[in-house]
C-alpha cells in the first residue's frame, strides 16, 4: 500500500505539557478514524498533519515531504480545525472563495469552485448571508466547503459531524464516503466510536499523546465490550440481591454503599449480567428503582488499557 501520510517517533510538547509522544503510523488513502477522548491529542496531531505546528522530535510527512512551512505540500490539504475559524462578517461565498484563492486557484477558478463546494454541503441558496447569522451547524458545513474548494488530496477532518442536525449528519457522511471512494485520504478525529463505525472499518484509538491500539472497528469494539463494568443498582433488597449474584459467573465483585440501597456490581460480561439479573427480578419478586453504568463510555476503556482502572 502506498502510504500518503507517515509518522516517526513523532512527539510534540508544550513546555511541560505532552500533546503527542513517539506516534509511528502510516495512513493511506480511504478513511482512517482517530479515536480518543477529550485531551487525547487528536487535536494537535491534526495541527501537526495541517503544518500549524512543528514537531519537537520524530517526524511527520505527506506526500513524502515535511508539511510544516511547506506552501506546495498545504495546498493538497484540507484542514477541518477543532475550533471555528471563519470571518463572521463575510457572506458565506466571499468565505470560501478566500480559501480556493488562499491554496492558489484563480480568480476565476475560486468563483467557480466556491459554489460548486457550496452546493455540496447544501449553503448555496444563502451564499450572500454573512456567517454571524448561520447556526453553528451550518458554520460546520461552511468550515467543511472550505476544505473541500480546491479539491485536496488529504482532508484532516477534526471532529466534522460535530452540532450538525440529522439529516445533514447522514449527507456529510455520505459527501466523506464518496470522497474516500475517488482516492482521497481522509483522517477523521472523534471521541464518539458510533461515528467511525458508519465510515470506516481503520481505526487509531488514541489516548495520553498515544496510540493504545489500532485496527478495525471489529477489534476496537471487542476493547469496549471486554473492559470490566461497573454497574450500580439501587434496590430496596440491594443486600437479597448481593447474596443472589456474589456466585453468579458474570459477577467480578459485589459491594453494598452506606446506604444499604446501592449495590456496586462489577463484572466483564455486562450482557451476560444484565440478562442474570433480570432473571433474578422475575423470579425472586424483587424491587429495582435504577439500574445504571457509569463507566459504560469511551474514556473507562481507556482508564482500563492504561492500568488506571483496576
Given at each position: 500500500?502506498?502510504?500518503?501520510?507517515?509518522?516517526?517517533?513523532?512527539?510534540?510538547?508544550?513546555?511541560?505539557?505532552?500533546?503527542?509522544?513517539?506516534?509511528?503510523?502510516?495512513?493511506?488513502?480511504?478513511?482512517?478514524?482517530?479515536?480518543?477522548?477529550?485531551?487525547?491529542?487528536?487535536?494537535?496531531?491534526?495541527?501537526?498533519?495541517?503544518?500549524?505546528?512543528?514537531?519537537?522530535?520524530?517526524?511527520?510527512?505527506?506526500?513524502?515531504?515535511k508539511p510544516f512551512a511547506n506552501h506546495e505540500i498545504l495546498r493538497i490539504i484540507g484542514f477541518f480545525p477543532e475550533h471555528d475559524a471563519i470571518y463572521q462578517n463575510w457572506p458565506a461565498r466571499d468565505f470560501v472563495r478566500f480559501n480556493a484563492g488562499l491554496h492558489g486557484l484563480s480568480v476565476r477558478q475560486a468563483e467557480t469552485e466556491s459554489m460548486k463546494a457550496l452546493a455540496l454541503v447544501g449553503l448555496e441558496d444563502v451564499a450572500e448571508r454573512k456567517a454571524a447569522t448561520f447556526s453553528f451547524g451550518m458554520k460546520q458545513r461552511l468550515r467543511l466547503a472550505a476544505c473541500l474548494v480546491h479539491d485536496p488530496d488529504v482532508f484532516l477532518l477534526d471532529e466534522p459531524l460535530r452540532g450538525i442536525d440529522p439529516l445533514w449528519r447522514i449527507r456529510i457522511s455520505d459527501l466523506i464516503r464518496s470522497l474516500a471512494a475517488n482516492g482521497k485520504t481522509v483522517l477523521i478525529s472523534t471521541h464518539v466510536l458510533p461515528e467511525l463505525e458508519h465510515l470506516t472499518e481503520e481505526i487509531v484509538l488514541i489516548h495520553q499523546g498515544k496510540v493504545f491500539a489500532s485496527g478495525n472497528v471489529h477489534y476496537i469494539r471487542s476493547l469496549l465490550d471486554r473492559h470490566p463494568h461497573l454497574i450500580n443498582v439501587i434496590s430496596p433488597d440491594a443486600r437479597l440481591l448481593a447474596a443472589e449474584l456474589i456466585c453468579r459467573d458474570p459477577v467480578n465483585g459485589v459491594e453494598i454503599e452506606a446506604d444499604g440501597k446501592t449495590l456496586s456490581l462489577r463484572t466483564e460480561n455486562r450482557d451476560l449480567l444484565y440478562r442474570e439479573?433480570?432473571?433474578?427480578?422475575?423470579e425472586k419478586k424483587l424491587a429495582v428503582e435504577e439500574l445504571s453504568s457509569q463507566d459504560d463510555n469511551l474514556q473507562s476503556v481507556f482508564d482500563y488499557l492504561t492500568g488506571r482502572r483496576l
Open positions: 500500500m502506498n502510504y500518503l501520510l507517515r509518522t516517526e517517533n513523532l512527539s510534540k510538547w508544550y513546555g511541560n505539557i505532552l500533546g503527542v509522544s513517539d506516534l509511528s503510523l502510516e495512513i493511506g488513502s480511504g478513511i482512517t478514524g482517530l479515536l480518543g477522548p477529550n485531551g487525547a491529542g487528536k487535536s494537535t496531531f491534526m495541527k501537526l498533519a495541517a503544518g500549524q505546528l512543528k514537531p519537537s522530535l520524530g517526524s511527520i510527512t505527506i506526500a513524502g515531504a439479573l433480570t432473571r433474578l427480578v422475575v
